[in-house]
């Protein structure tokens, strides 16, 4: 509803522009150990929303891209560490850098895709996920 919004006043403009919608990593992988399928085929939905988004407002200059970000350690992430303390130690380990994300670590992604850096790219995925989805 946010997307069709703010389309709807860059189409009245005519000026085009650039949406971002924060997708996820799981969006494209399982997440092993994790029962987790609604919240995976929801992240799913935003990748594929976003490629038709991108299809049906290219015409009126509006790029549509996700960022799917992998595991990113938040205050709600902090929270079920305390429940589930084995995943702080195991979820490193399964990305290629051996490390989780923080916030802050995907601000030049997002930059880069409402900026006129992307102006060629509609309908993509920017995974950055440490590399865990490339094993």
């Not at 069709?4 to 709807?8: D, F, G």
């Not at 992998?70 to 130690?89: H, S």
């Given at each position: 509803m946010t997307a069709?919004?703010?389309?709807?006043e860059m189409i009245r403009?005519?000026?085009?522009?650039?949406i971002a919608i924060i997708a996820s990593m799981s969006g494209t992988v399982a997440n092993r150990g994790l029962i987790c399928s609604a919240y995976n085929a929801s992240k799913?939905?935003?990748i594929q929303?976003?490629?038709n988004l991108a299809s049906e407002w290219g015409p009126h200059g509006i790029r549509v891209n996700t960022l799917s970000p992998?595991?990113?350690?938040?205050?709600?992430?902090?929270?079920?560490?305390?429940?589930?303390?084995?995943?702080?130690?195991d979820w490193p380990t399964q990305n290629m850098l051996g490390k989780l994300s923080k916030p802050e670590e995907?601000?030049?992604a997002a930059v880069f895709l409402i900026s006129d850096a992307?102006?060629?790219?509609?309908?993509?995925?920017?995974?950055?996920?440490?590399g865990h989805a490339a094993w």
């Open positions: 069709q919004a703010v389309a709807k403009h005519g000026r085009g522009g650039s799913a939905g935003l929303l976003a490629r992998g595991y990113i350690v938040t205050a709600m992430v902090e929270a079920l560490f305390e429940q589930y303390p084995e995943r702080r130690r995907y601000r030049g992307s102006s060629f790219m509609t309908g993509s995925d920017m995974r950055i996920d440490g």
